[in-house]
């Protein structure tokens, strides 16, 4: 899968001096492939804004009716059935766009006492796997199963269990 990624203000004052959100993010999705592959398709692109909350909010209340910043923004354009039914070989596919918000994503890591890039890289695992059609509101056992593969991407880059119920 192919990353198109913008990187806004603030982003380039959060976390510890000469983060590179980038390849952070080109991490994240790597680990993530390794345990969901159907997002390792060499077809699929994705766009990832690190943004604003206040950018987010206007995405939020625009397209999802809810007048709020929050943490990860998921816009996916394929539906889970035609990702795990994509060939390999043919032209690009758009998977969705995925928006982050800074200022949340901050305050959410110094409220679980965890590193910003380790907060960031769940959300972008998070929204990458409600890109590829997984919802962890329809049920618990949908939840836990999202949360589940979530883990196991975090466990790669050893980033410790943000639910803290797994080993």
């Known amino acids: 899968m192919d990353f198109d990624i913008d990187i806004e203000e603030p982003w380039n004052g959060l976390g510890t001096a000469g983060t590179d959100w980038a390849d952070l993010a080109e991490a994240a999705l790597e680990a993530l492939g390794q345990v969901a592959p159907e997002l390792g398709n060499p077809r699929l692109t994705a766009s990832l804004l ?3 909350d206040a950018e987010v909010h206007v995405l939020n209340r625009e397209w999802r009716a809810k007048d709020k910043p929050t943490n990860v923004l998921s816009f996916p354009m394929l539906q889970r059935e035609d990702l795990l039914s994509l060939a390999p070989d ?12 800074g200022e949340t994503c901050a305050r ?9 890039e380790h907060h960031a890289s769940h959300l972008i695992i998070h929204g990458l796997l409600h890109l590829a059609g997984h919802d962890h509101e329809i049920s618990d056992d949908d939840a836990e199963a999202m949360e589940a593969i979530e883990t196991k991407a975090l466990a790669i880059l050893g980033i410790p269990d943000p639910y803290g119920d797994r080993t």
């Open 90 to 101: 043919g032209p690009p596919e758009m998977l969705g766009d995925l928006a982050l918000a």
């Open 50 to 52: 690190f943004t604003s």
């Open 108 to 116: 959410e890591a110094t409220e679980k006492g965890v590193p910003v």
